[in-house]
């Protein structure tokens, strides 16, 4: 047996790649390609390990839900005591459904929330809105008011702090649409305090994702301490401080170690904390999920242009965009392993874009058409920003958990995709 690459849970049984301890080629002839596996444990796993490292401090993960939104996926986060991150009343009907329990462990982040939205939050009693404007303040004050509630509300700073990353995923400069200027803050504290159905009750944060440094966590947080303390200062009681998610992960084959990450994540989020009197609230996604999914994907045919290979795969970016949208990395391995000389090739979907890319100029033992090939950390950001493009239904997803799998959204059939529309 060989496991590749470290820490995925993914291991080649008798030259058969499995993942969560489950035969992909098996998976792949029942349930159909494309298709989407999980690994339970390796979730359940990493969220334990992030609490492990804040078990001295009073911290609740709410685990965003746009990584990876399936309601199986929510259900055993739930049960496994985190609270969700949403950002929309859609992702609030899953959590309702999938971990009811857990909506005294919601917070709402996003720019544009809706009056419904805002509504069916409140009604639900969830423990905080990260507010993003003071235009959304008052309209969530106005909507507290028609419904008789308190609004629990951070607001989301942005800290001006520069993470590297993609530039899409970058949310922390004071170019970007997200939260208000740090420097504005307490005046804005001053109006919420003002405002009926408003109860200042945390700072928010959260500075981009895909982020493998803890230089740029370690000084946001220190610039939303020094705001906490301001504002303890003005005579507010700040309870909660959200630091947001972002929380990186190696896409490469570079040995890299989740646990030694969390630590020194960890740490810099502790030290930056240490005394202040705030429950934490950390709103990880990726890093919960990514590694624990793969999409298998069949070879429907290779071919030769110019000097360039091509493998085309029943996957396309409707199932997977992350290449074409981030040029992302993520790395492919063939379901059977065997030992062919290595061929440069680019792996590609059916879609009729240049873009629909999954590699480029990769390097890897030669495939042929028919065979599988899993692509790797593919449990983030996966499904979740799939779409019909090309009109093609959305894969099917199974979940591996302890050796059982189960399969949590069948494929899609031509009428689910059709029904909505009228001619
Ligand atoms: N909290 C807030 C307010 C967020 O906007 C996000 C992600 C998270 C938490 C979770 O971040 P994570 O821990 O997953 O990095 N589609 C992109 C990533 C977009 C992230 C958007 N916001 C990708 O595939 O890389």
Redesign the pocket.
């Known amino acids: 047996m060989s496991t590749f690459p470290s820490p995925r849970p993914l291991a080649y049984v008798a030259e058969k790649l499995q993942c969560g301890g489950a035969d992909l080629s098996e998976l792949a002839e029942e349930y159909g390609t494309p298709l989407y596996v999980y690994a339970a444990d390796d979730v359940t796993t990493r969220a334990a390990l992030l609490r492990s490292e804040f078990v001295a401090t009073a911290h609740t993960l709410c685990y ?1 839900v ?2 990876n939104s399936a309601l199986a996926i929510l259900k055993l986060l739930g049960e496994h005591g985190c609270g969700f ?1 949403i950002v929309s009343g859609g992702e609030l009907e899953r959590v309702k459904r999938a971990s009811p329990g857990a909506l005294s462990k919601v917070v709402f ?1 996003g720019v544009g929330k809706q009056a419904w939205e805002m509504d069916a939050a409140l009604e639900a009693g969830i423990l905080l809105f990260n507010v993003e404007s003071q235009a959304e303040l008052e309209v969530l004050s106005a909507r507290a008011v028609a419904l008789g509630k308190v609004a629990r509300i951070a607001m989301r700073v942005n800290p001006d702090v520069f993470a590297e990353t993609h530039p899409y ?1 970058s ?1 922390g400069l004071s170019s970007h649409k997200f939260g208000i200027a740090i420097a504005n803050a307490r005046a804005i504290y001053q109006r919420a305090a003002a405002l009926p159905g408003i109860d200042p009750a945390g700072v928010s944060v ?1 500075i981009g ?2 982020i493998r440094s803890v230089e740029p966590f370690a000084e946001s947080v220190k610039r939303v301490r020094r705001l906490v303390e301001e504002l303890s200062g003005d005579g507010f009681d700040i309870r909660y401080l959200d630091a ?4 990186g992960i190696e896409y490469g084959t570079a040995s890299s170690d989740p646990a030694q990450s969390v630590r020194d994540y960890a740490n810099a989020i502790r030290e930056g904390l240490a005394n202040l009197k705030v429950h934490l609230l950390l ?5 919960l999920v990514a590694q624990a999914g793969v999409l298998l994907t069949r070879v429907l045919y290779t071919k030769q242009n110019g000097d360039k290979n091509f493998v085309i795969t029943d996957a396309a970016m409707n199932d997977l965009i ?1 290449p074409a949208l ?1 040029q ?1 990395h993520h790395e492919i391995l063939p379901v059977e392993k065997h030992d062919r000389a290595e061929q440069t090739s680019d792996f590609v979907g059916p879609v009729c874009e240049s873009a629909d890319f999954f590699a480029r100029d990769r390097s890897a033992p030669e495939v042929r058409a028919g065979e599988l090939v899993a692509i790797l950390d593919a449990g ?2 996966g499904i979740s ?1 799939s779409s019909h493009y090309n009109t093609r239904v959305r894969p099917a997803e199974v979940l591996v958990e302890s050796g059982q799998v189960r399969l949590i959204r069948r494929r899609e059939s031509m009428n689910d995709l059709l029904a909505p529309e009228l001619f």
């Open positions: 965003a746009k990584a991150d982040s995923i949310t959260h994702s895909q947001g998610g972002g929380f709103e990880p996604g990726r890093f992350r981030y992302a983030a950001y920003l």
